[in-house]
């Protein structure tokens, strides 16, 4: 049974952590509780000789988290990290379920492989990412019963922002630009500059990592001097 390909199936985006800032006690408190969770899950993945994944770290595979329902990851409390040749890896607080690993890989209908995270970090990346799908589907559809409408455009390119997905933001503040009235907005070609600024940042960010986990590796090095 593949459940990614059932018609009421809710898919989700997903959203970069945000952490509040720790401007009390208890948002210290927190800041504490969370750092304590995340070095338990690294000892946990270290006890299983499992990978440990800093969910401050976690970069979505947009297309994949896309095809995986909402309520499936909900359920079982997981996100999905990245395809590993027919298997999904897969980000989960608790490895020794095995029954519920063994599940998954049913339901999902391919093999699964586990990562280690914070529990709490997983849930987040979950409820946050639910709130933002929907504000990003509620702008698209503004867009296209109003295509002329700029602000419209500019909601658009906010919500992929906050999804994390800096490259379609730039993309559709430019589609704004392309609009007559778009064409002389400062704002606008200010957030454009900004955000192409963020981009290559982010690209040369991914290439270094890249270069640092693999040094004689010729494609990551070819990656970074592009």
Do not use: C
Not at 49 to 64: A, C, G, K, P, V
Not at 152 to 173: D, F, I, M
Not at 181 to 196: C, H, P
């Amino acid at each position: 049974m593949n459940v990614t390909n059932h018609p009421d199936a809710e898919m989700l985006d997903p959203e970069s952590l945000i952490d509040e800032p720790a401007d009390s006690a208890e948002s210290a408190a927190a800041v504490a509780a969370r750092r304590a969770e995340t070095e338990r899950a690294r000892q946990l993945a270290a006890r299983y000789r499992l990978d440990f994944l800093d969910m401050n770290e976690f970069r979505i595979d947009q297309e994949l988290f896309r095809s995986i329902p909402a309520d499936l990851m909900l359920r079982y409390g997981f996100v999905p990290s990245r395809r590993e040749g027919k298997a999904i890896v897969i980000v989960v607080s608790d490895p020794t379920d095995l029954p519920m690993i063994d599940e998954l890989g049913v339901l999902l209908g391919t093999p699964v492989k586990v990562m280690v995270g914070s529990k709490t970090a997983i849930e987040s990346i979950l409820k946050k990412s639910e709130s933002s799908q929907r504000l990003l589907d509620e702008a698209l559809e503004r867009v296209t019963k109003e295509p002329n409408n700029l602000n419209h455009y500019r909601s658009v390119s906010q919500a992929y922002k906050q999804l994390g997905n800096l490259e379609q933001a730039l993309v559709w503040v430019r589609k704004a630009r392309e609009l007559p009235v778009g064409k002389a907005d400062a704002a606008l070609e200010k957030q454009e500059s900004e955000l192409a600024t963020a981009v290559i940042e982010k690209l040369m960010k991914e290439a270094e990592a890249a270069v640092a986990a693999a040094p004689g590796d010729a494609a990551a090095q070819a990656k970074f001097a592009a």
